[in-house]
C-alpha cells in the first residue's frame, strides 16, 4: 500500500499506523522524495510504499509454488505451522510426482525451501516438507526397523550397520534406541554416506567390522528378477523362481561341450545382505546424531 506525508518518516509513520504494523515487521520502499517546489507551487508530498514482511514460512511457501509451477505439477503447498519450526504441507492429486522414489524429491523440495526460510537468519531453523504424511509413515518404519535389528544383534551377537541415511533420519534412529539396555547406536563414515551402526553389548568380537542389512535381502525387485547364486558362474537369472537358461540344456546349459571340461570354475560369491531403509533423505537437521 502507498502513504503520503511532509516527509519521508511522516508518511511511513501514517503508513504503520493505518496498517498496525511495527517498523520491523514492514518493508518499506521510497517511492518519491517530497520537494517544496518554487514558492510553493508544484510542491510535492513523499510517498512511500509498505507491505507487511513476509515469515520464513511464507516465503518458503511462495518459492515452493512457484517451484512447483515449474516442475507442471499441479500441486499446492500450505503453511501448516511456523513455531520451533516450519511445516509445509503440499496437496496434489499426483503424489508420486512430489514424494519421488524413496522421497528423494520430496527431500530435494525440502532442502530448497529449508535454504529459502533461513535466508538472512543466524541461527538455523527447521524446515519440513511433507505430503500425504509421508514423514510420519517414514519415522514409523524406521522405529520399527531399529528395534528388529537391536533384537537380531542381540541374538547374533553381532555389529550391524545400517545404509546410508540423512542426519533426521539417523537421529530416528538414536532415539529409538537409547533406551536400550541391550544395544547402542553409534553414526559412522562420512557425509554423504554416514549410517548408524547397532551395536549389541554381548558383541562376541570387538574387531567385527558387523553386517550390513537391505530391505530386499538380494533380491532386485525392478524386474521381478531374483539373483540366482547356483546360476551366477554364466551370470544367469531366473524369474520367479523357474530356472534359466542354463538350466534348460541350452547353449551355455551345463551338458554344453564349451562349458563341460570347466568344473573347476568357483563360483560368484552372493551379494552381502543389506538393508534399503538407508536411501539418503533430506537435510530436514543439521547432524547432532552420536558420533
Excluded: W
Excluded at 563414515?189 to 568380537?205: C, F, M, T, W
Amino acid at each position: 500500500m502507498e502513504f503520503t506525508g511532509k516527509t519521508v518518516q511522516e508518511a511511513i509513520e501514517i503508513g504503520l499506523k493505518e496498517m498496525n504494523l511495527e517498523e520491523d515487521k514492514a518493508e518499506i520502499k521510497v517511492i518519491e522524495e517530497p520537494t517544496k517546489g518554487f514558492l510553493g507551487i508544484a510542491a510535492k508530498k513523499a510517498k512511500v510504499e509498505i507491505t507487511a514482511k513476509k515469515s520464513d514460512g511464507e516465503r518458503a511457501v511462495e518459492f515452493l509454488n512457484g517451484l512447483l509451477d515449474l516442475m507442471n505439477v499441479n500441486a499446492k503447498s500450505n503453511l501448516t505451522e511456523e513455531d520451533e519450526k516450519v511445516v509445509i504441507d503440499i496437496i496434489t492429486d499426483n503424489s508420486s510426482a512430489i514424494i519421488g522414489y524413496r522421497g528423494e524429491v520430496l527431500d530435494a523440495l525440502q532442502n530448497l525451501a529449508g535454504a529459502v526460510a533461513n535466508t538472512g537468519r543466524d541461527d538455523y531453523r527447521r524446515v519440513v516438507v511433507d505430503c500425504e504424511n509421508y514423514r510420519t509413515k517414514r519415522e514409523d518404519t524406521l522405529v520399527s526397523l531399529a528395534h528388529k535389528l537391536e533384537a537380531k544383534a542381540v541374538r547374533t551377537g553381532r555389529k550391524i550397520n545400517l545404509e546410508p541415511m540423512n542426519p533426521y533420519e539417523r537421529r530416528i534412529l538414536h532415539s529409538a534406541l537409547v533406551a536400550s539396555e541391550d544395544v547402542k547406536t553409534l553414526s559412522e563414515g562420512k557425509e554423504p554416506n554416514r549410517y548408524v551402526s547397532i551395536i549389541p553389548n554381548n558383541l562376541a568380537d570387538p574387531d567385527d567390522k558387523g553386517i550390513s542389512e537391505r530391505k530386499f535381502n538380494g533380491r532386485d525387485n525392478r524386474n521381478g528378477y531374483e539373483r540366482n547364486d547356483r546360476h551366477d558362474r554364466f551370470g544367469g537369472y531366473r524369474k520367479d523362481g523357474r530356472g534359466d537358461r542354463n538350466d534348460r540344456g541350452g547353449k551355455y546349459g551345463r551338458g554344453d561341450r564349451g562349458f563341460s571340461g570347466r568344473r573347476d570354475s568357483a563360483p560368484r560369491q552372493p551379494r552381502p545382505k543389506t538393508s534399503g531403509f538407508g536411501t539418503f533423505l533430506g537435510n530436514s537437521l543439521k547432524d547432532g546424531d552420536k558420533e
